[in-house]
């Protein structure tokens, strides 16, 4: 058998190239090659090994007739376009937690420096002057510390923290109560940590819930003196609002190493004495960078020769005869789970997913890792199919699956059941001959509706006049309904509605449905 042919087009390390030598991969290193000439050279190789340099546009894909995979050391891929390489069936892969000790120890090192105004004392020291009296620090021991995302990095974080003897309180919403207690820490909701931390890191993904997570009104909230340290992404934080309680004295001081803009070449928190700025050096070291090489290489490796994908950002492990059969139901786990992700805000214990008929027979790890993924989404960005479950794992969410023959009217039923401290949800789907997935039931309520970029689910009690209502306040806020599905599980008992519309819907329309009578609930859904 031929040995399969891997282009390495930026630098990594000389070990990581005889990581594919020592597995009869067949490599050609040649970092800072141009885009014509990657683009004449493409055509010849398998995989693809890169950092952030090369840029994998749908035109060099065009040309990439053989490529199976390509393989980003580091754990950003914005230089990929990954919905192109999905079209043509190239597995795209990252390395996600190579560089979490590194950014973790940034994250101490930026506290360090905070607490005792290092940057300011070292400038004015070499300059001549012995300003002892001006830097008047405050220890970290016995100060409280609060983690906004107790991840992977968060994680790591808050154990070096407790090390330091600091009293570490997170906010996160998948942290279970069983990993807090083995990390020594105290699991506090959002308000609670504001209110009564000394330092804040934050250690989340930049997602439409998390953005400006410590906005205005949350920085209002802090502690008078508090001082925030921000490693994770630009954008957590509200620049202007900080600065404004940087003036003001509200805030002691601020560490970041991530900007809203990057390269960050002016900025609000940019002049202010009590801050300390560095260059998005998180990952920034030379085991870093070497873990992120060395992992690539064994991961494009493993894939090419023996099948095995790790960290896929788009797809799981299926073979080319599972594929027809299994990526409608992919699509469907999904969507089911982002159905029941982006209703649910309270932290989730459980997930159980029972695959009934035809679906039980295929391979329902993949579709599980789709599932947890889709859940797991609207908080944290980065997940995908492959990782998604060791971060509900992580988090100590307790995954089920569920096989049975088929039980009811439909060939293949897949039914995904969140459960958390106060409720117990389920939404259940399946793919008619069209190969389009659908839901049937929520909340034991049949229902038959396909998914939508945008959609309106409602929970209400079955009473007259709700249609009517319902859709008057959508027509007076000029918002179509492309479709409109409804359900019940008795006369005058609870219903649901799901409706299809045309583009986002503003919280005042929502709030507005909110307020019909016999309503419990209403949100948008963005698939």
């Not at 950014?103 to 020291?125: G, K, M, Q, V, Y």
């Not at 439909?410 to 997935?437: H, M």
């Not at 309106?456 to 492309?482: H, Q, T, W």
């Amino acid at each position: 058998m031929t040995a399969p042919k891997v282009l390495i087009s930026d630098k990594l390390s000389d070990a990581a190239v005889q990581i594919f030598k020592d597995n009869g991969v067949d490599v050609d290193f040649r970092p800072g090659i141009d885009k014509d000439e990657l683009e004449k050279i493409i055509g010849d190789y398998d995989g693809l090994a890169i950092r952030s340099a090369t840029k994998v546009t749908a035109k060099l894909l065009e040309k990439a007739t053989r490529l199976k995979v390509i393989g980003r050391a580091g754990i950003g891929v914005d230089n990929v376009d990954v919905p192109a390489a999905t079209a043509r069936g190239i597995i795209v892969m990252n390395t996600p937690f190579g560089n979490s000790i590194t950014t973790a120890e940034h994250a101490i090192a930026l506290t360090f420096a905070l607490a005792r105004e290092l940057p300011a004392a070292d400038a004015s020291t070499q300059a001549g002057k012995w300003e002892k009296n001006r830097f008047m620090g405050v220890e970290l021991t016995g100060k409280t510390f609060g983690i906004i995302g107790c991840g992977n990095i968060g994680s790591i974080v808050a154990e070096r923290a407790v090390g330091l003897r600091m009293r570490v309180i997170a906010y996160d919403p998948f942290l279970s109560p069983e990993r807090a207690r083995d990390l020594g820490v105290e699991k506090v909701e959002l308000d609670d940590l504001l209110t009564r931390a000394d330092f804040i890191t934050l250690h989340t993904p930049l997602t439409e819930k998390t953005k400006n997570i410590l906005s205005a009104e949350n920085i209002a909230k802090t502690k008078k003196g508090v001082r925030i340290i921000n490693c994770a992404r630009g954008g957590l934080v509200d620049e202007v609002a900080l600065r404004a309680a940087l003036d003001s004295g509200h805030v002691a001081g601020a560490a970041f190493d991530v900007f809203t803009v990057e390269p960050a070449k002016e900025n609000p928190l940019f002049g202010h004495p009590s801050v300390v700025a560095t260059p998005h050096l998180g990952a920034a070291t030379t085991e870093a960078q070497e873990n992120v090489a060395l992992q690539v290489a064994e991961q494009i490796s493993d894939y090419l020769l023996r099948g095995a994908i790790t960290n896929a950002i788009n797809f799981p492990s299926i073979t080319a005869e599972e594929a027809p059969k299994l990526r409608p139901f992919i699509e469907l786990a999904e969507k089911l789970g982002s159905f029941a992700g982006q209703l649910t805000e309270t932290d989730i214990k459980t997930v159980r997913i029972a695959y009934e008929g035809t679906v039980a027979q295929l391979k329902t790890k993949a579709l599980t890792s789709a599932a947890v993924a889709g859940l797991l989404r609207p908080f944290l960005q980065d997940v995908n199919v492959v990782s998604a479950p060791t971060i509900a794992r992580e988090r100590g969410i307790v995954i089920e699956e569920i096989t049975r023959e088929a039980v009811s009217d439909y060939e293949a039923l897949i039914t995904l059941t969140v459960v958390t401290d106060t409720l117990e949800r389920s939404v259940v789907g399946t793919v008619f001959a069209d190969g389009k997935p659908r839901i049937v039931g929520i909340k034991g309520i049949k229902v038959d509706a396909e998914f939508a970029p945008s959609m309106i689910y409602v929970s209400n009690e079955d009473k007259p006049g709700f249609v009517g209502r319902f859709a008057s306040v959508l027509g007076d806020a000029g918002i179509n309904i492309a479709t409109f599905a409804l359900g019940r599980d008795s006369e005058g008992g609870s219903a649901v509605a799901l409706v299809q519309v045309d583009g986002a819907v503003p919280q005042a329309v929502l709030d507005a449905v909110q307020a019909i009578p016999g309503v419990k609930h209403a949100h948008q859904l963005v698939f």
